[in-house]
């Protein structure tokens, strides 16, 4: 076996205000699990995920060290757009169950001391809502109320004399913000589907109805909401042309012009004052269209005199491989790129008050293997694992997605049948509309963002076993969207039987990561930020310190860490995804193979008292003492032995088992 490497990481940390962890709120040490629950598990043989599916799999999240559950939306809907648009907050869809199947669902998850918060749409509704209903006729019937629960315009006239809308706005499922009502003889503004038109928040109606709807779900127990596309609710109150950016469209983007608009300070704090300050949770406010660092730092920080948010779901680093933000315009995209987008976040989070979300993938967006590295089955093991290691090293709140702790890739093919998603669809009728011919270039490019980018990546039932469908569903019933072939290795039960899984490794980093609170809230270092392979980080609180290498790159890499500041000297590697022991060390250079990611650890320097360090040691163990599995094996072999289909091989350990490393001494 190699000599352990010496380390001494010198420096004195600043680890700003919260230093320890009695001042941390429960959101901020939890892993956050996403359930698509009308992917998850099927359990009346209807090929939809249902809630009494997600209790039966309640013990799953323990087992895996779930702090909290994130449920799709499961109110009453029509399903145009996965359940975002709600026809009645206060009935649960009866293709998931029913409200005693919600109720079952809180106190079995509370009973297993885990947190549930749901998913809630509060810019718009369903155009079948009542609210909307009524709307529509009180513009000729006053008398009926909610004249201006939604945005109504009797939009422009064109040279021909046509009604036209109000603006040139693009909606975020392609076309027109705008859609014209017959019996409203107005266009009424929808921002997404022309099923979903806004509400208005500027009517302190709305506000109030929407908050009665908070409280009633809040009052059957749960533990917050993550807040669709929060960041939208309140709108410019005129409603000018956006500039033409995209040439040769009547419709432009016009994020700008409807997020982060006049009142939205105003009217979250309100919503906090009159509903949240008075339940212990988390409201996680998705901003899809726009937020920067420093918003989200006015929106979440806690020197805020009026609280807003908890935290916010930010864009930036899933928007790199984009063209001025149009998701289907694709975009290369280098490391360094990526981490000036994290860092910004990290720094300006962490120095300002505010707390960050970490996140990878969701139901909107494609599997991060795919995205951020590869995957090649020769690399997908280790690519999910040294993504999972970036994820967990970070600051901040992790939020993982279905699927993700197996190691899920995009199902990497185009069919009809897989294009069930509104915005995919629409996109896709649109390209298709355009292009000259069936073989029009334009449609392969549209094809070929489609595979990348569409929603359904992330659509398809989790693979729970080998059996058909996954075991989403009964073998003989037909899941809504096909379920992708995922075989033997990647399904749920073969993984939680094999110690070196994905799966596996997962559960050692939320454990991992419980173990070592500095990785909650210490301080965030890039080094080396023009490294175009390498992604290497401090993260350090007063008395101790991590360092986290990982090669981004699918070739052998080397790192000189001393031109860095690093040094090693006595630093002690707790985890790392390759399954044999780290590559010598030719000092001051690393040796990285292969997306090979690893973390380091070592008590922060001589020149904190000893005791002190023992002492803060010692109150980081006790708080989750949980011994890790880690995935190196002590055996001086390095390289990853693999066979001709670049399959994964036994460990080359004496005796084949994966090491236990001690906490540190
Ligand atoms: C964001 C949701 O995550 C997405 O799925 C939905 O289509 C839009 N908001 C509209 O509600
Ligand atoms: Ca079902």
């Given at each position: 076996m190699n000599s352990p490497e010496k380390c001494e990481i010198d420096t004195t940390a600043d680890c700003g205000e919260i230093d320890t962890l009695d001042k941390m709120r429960?959101?901020?040490?939890?892993?956050?699990?996403?359930?698509?629950?009308?992917?998850?598990?099927?359990?009346?043989?209807?090929?939809?995920?249902?809630?009494?599916?997600?209790?039966?799999?309640?013990d799953y999240f323990v087992t895996l060290g779930v702090d909290v559950i994130w449920i799709a939306p499961i109110y009453q809907s029509p399903m145009s757009d996965m359940g975002y648009d709600i026809s009645d907050y206060y009935t649960v869809n009866p293709i998931f169950g029913s409200m005693e199947d919600m109720e079952l669902l809180i106190s079995e998850t509370h009973k297993r001391d885990m947190k549930i918060i749901l998913d809630i749409a509060l810019n718009h509704t369903s155009s079948e809502h009542q609210w909307f209903q009524t709307s529509r006729r009180s513009r000729k019937d006053r008398s009926l109320g909610k004249r201006d629960?939604?945005?109504?315009?009797?939009?422009?006239?064109?040279?021909?004399?046509?009604?036209?809308?109000?603006?040139?706005?693009?909606?975020?499922?392609?076309?027109?913000?705008?859609?014209?009502?017959?019996?409203?003889?107005?266009?009424?503004?929808?921002?997404?589907?022309?099923?979903?038109?806004?509400?208005?928040?500027?009517?302190?109606?709305?506000?109030?109805?929407l908050y009665n709807v908070l409280r009633f779900w809040l009052d059957k127990g749960i533990d917050g909401f993550r807040l669709d596309t929060m960041n939208l609710v309140s709108k410019t109150s005129e409603f000018p042309d956006a500039p033409i950016v995209k040439k040769g469209s009547i419709w432009q983007p016009a994020n700008f012009l409807f997020a982060n608009g006049p009142h939205i300070h105003e009217y979250l704090q309100e919503m906090y004052e009159q509903v949240f300050s008075k339940y212990d949770v988390v409201t996680l406010g998705e901003m899809s269209c726009g937020v920067s660092p420093a918003q989200a730092v006015e929106y979440t920080s806690r020197h805020k005199p009026r609280p807003e948010l908890s935290l916010v779901i930010q864009f930036q680093h899933v928007e790199l491989d984009c063209y001025d933000g149009d998701k289907w315009l694709l975009r290369e995209w280098e490391l360094p790129e990526l981490k000036a987008v994290i860092n910004e976040w990290q720094a300006t989070l962490i120095d300002n008050g505010?707390?960050?979300?970490?996140?990878?993938?969701?139901?909107?967006?494609?599997?991060?293997?795919?995205?951020?590295?590869?995957?090649?089955?020769?690399?997908?093991?280790?690519?999910?694992?040294?993504?999972?290691?970036?994820?967990?090293?970070?600051?901040?709140?992790?939020?993982?997605?279905?699927?993700?702790?197996?190691?899920?890739?995009?199902?990497?093919?185009?069919?009809?049948?897989?294009?069930?998603?509104?915005?995919?669809?629409?996109?896709?009728?649109?390209?298709?509309?355009?292009?000259?011919?069936?073989?029009?270039?334009?449609?392969?490019?549209?094809?070929?963002?489609?595979?990348?980018?569409?929603?359904?990546?992330?659509?398809?039932?989790?693979?729970?076993?080998?059996?058909?469908?996954?075991?989403?569903?009964?073998?003989?019933?037909?899941?809504?969207?096909?379920?992708?072939e995922h075989g033997k290795d990647w399904c749920c039960f073969s993984q939680q039987k094999d110690p070196e899984s994905v799966w596996s490794f997962y559960r050692a980093m939320i454990r991992m990561r419980k173990n070592h609170p500095t990785l909650y809230y210490g301080t965030y270092e890039t080094l080396d930020m023009d490294n175009p392979f390498i992604w290497a980080y401090k993260r350090r609180s007063k008395l101790r310190c991590y360092l986290t290498i990982l090669n981004f790159s699918s070739g052998a890499t080397s790192w000189a860490y001393a031109e860095h500041g690093v040094d090693l000297k006595g630093s002690k590697l707790l985890i790392s995804n390759y399954l044999t022991q780290e590559a010598t060390l030719v000092e001051p250079i690393l040796l990285l193979r292969p997306f090979e990611g690893r973390l380091k650890s070592s008590q922060v320097s001589s020149s904190t008292p000893r005791q002190l360090a023992k002492k803060a040691w010692q109150e980081e163990s006790d708080s989750a003492a949980v011994p890790i599995r880690v995935f190196f094996i002590s055996s001086s072999v390095f390289s990853l032995r693999q066979d001709d289909r670049g399959t994964r091989q036994s460990p080359t350990s004496s005796d084949g088992q994966p090491t236990t490393v001690p906490e540190d001494e």
């Open positions: 429960w959101w901020q040490r939890a892993t956050i699990y996403q359930v698509l629950i009308q992917s998850f598990q099927d359990t009346n043989g209807d090929g939809k995920g249902d809630i009494r599916g997600v209790v039966n799999r309640l629960w939604y945005f109504w315009s009797e939009g422009k006239v064109d040279e021909t004399g046509k009604r036209i809308p109000p603006n040139n706005w693009e909606s975020t499922f392609t076309g027109s913000t705008w859609e014209w009502d017959d019996m409203a003889e107005e266009f009424y503004l929808h921002i997404f589907g022309k099923n979903q038109p806004d509400l208005n928040w500027d009517c302190e109606d709305v506000r109030q109805a505010g707390w960050n979300t970490l996140w990878m993938e969701n139901h909107d967006q494609p599997r991060a293997i795919s995205r951020f590295t590869t995957s090649h089955p020769r690399f997908r093991a280790l690519c999910a694992k040294l993504l999972c290691v970036w994820q967990y090293t970070l600051q901040g709140t992790n939020l993982i997605f279905q699927g993700q702790e197996l190691g899920m890739v995009n199902p990497g093919m185009f069919t009809e049948e897989m294009n069930q998603d509104i915005e995919t669809a629409q996109y896709w009728k649109a390209a298709c509309e355009a292009a000259g011919s069936e073989h029009d270039e334009a449609l392969t490019l549209a094809k070929k963002a489609i595979i990348q980018k569409g929603r359904d990546n992330t659509r398809i039932p989790i693979p729970w076993t080998d059996a058909p469908h996954g075991g989403f569903t009964e073998p003989d019933c037909k899941p809504w969207i096909p379920a992708s």
